[in-house]
């Protein structure tokens, strides 16, 4: 049997990762910027969480959510206290696209209405509502297309309103900081005169930090920075350190009832074993300050780069906007440097997305390399005479 060939793949082959760093099977040692594409938060195999799943599936790795399972609830406990988010309910799913299904079906279902507001080059996942809200014509197919969104420009609020008053909106959906659209974020004025326009027209602010959350931007949330309270927020990618394990926080005026949402695998004992571990390497080791420290030293270093158009995002969801393509340089990085980053739909945006335990000297090795790139590029230039861009 083949495999179904829906991934470019990279002539790379891990076998093993610690920390910072991935090891293919010839022994070669990658920094990896990119996290397995943000989702590495404490570092590759950190010991803790090593233990933690191991300890786990030796006693029990899975039961089904017909019975009591008190590492749900101790999830709950722990990720409402180093969140802030105490007052909220939690729902487990597996994945980023399951979690914003979930929240947008419940926003439908606690509403009574269907249709949904997202933003141009959003992306929120590839199941069927979640894509359907996802600005790629070329991923949603005829099915997914019957969802009824409409796609606003990120920080027009007249358009939201527009949209808004005629009453059939159950949801707006919205990341904070755009991942793979790369990074663009808007000021705190729009995401709160958001939030109020939800408010007024009973319509449910869905806020997707599957890539944002879990520490990612030195926040626990990138939302937190623009002191709003959303309706629902979504998680997953750094919610398990690799182990899939996603969900959604629920507001208290949501209200549960029996069979309203479910699922066979979502909160299993060895995904919370995982994220309980996650929660607690982030706190222990200060990882969400950590990011804000590295952040700030990268930033300063960007400064020097040239050919930069500007470094976008925040904490270690950055991206690097240069005035050319970036996709050889990305290979160069790679193959060359042995260094891990990752892409956006804008093709001149270099992607910065490495475990939070990232330290200032991995970021210096980074801009060496690319300070060497980018020299050879300019020499390439000049002698060709080649315009940039
Ligand atoms: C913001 C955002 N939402 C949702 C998803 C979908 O997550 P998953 O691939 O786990 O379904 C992603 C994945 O890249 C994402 O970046």
Redesign the pocket.
Known sequence: MSLFNVYPLFDITPVKAKDVYVFDEKGTKYLDLYGG??VISIGHSHPEYVNSISEQVSKIGFYSNSIQNPLQVKLALTLGKLSKCEAYQLFLCN??????ENALKLASFHTGKKKVIAFKNS?????SA?VAATDNPKIIAPLNAQQEVEFIELGDLVSVEKALVKNDVCAVII?IIQ??GGLDESTTEFYQGLSKLCKKYNSLLIV?E???GFGRTGDFFAFQKHNITPDII?M??GMGNGFPI?GILIHPNIEASLGLLGTTFGGNHLACAASLAVLNVLESENLMQNAKDVSRYFKEKAKSLSNLKSVKGRGLMLGLEFDFNVSELRKKLIFEHHIFTGSAKNPDVLRILPPLTIQKHHIDVLFKALEKELLDLSGFKNLTGLKEN
């Open positions: 594409h943000a994945s980023g696209a399951e979690a914003n992306f929120h996942g590839r199941t979640a990341e991942g793979i997707d599957v890539q944002s979504s997953a990618k996603g």
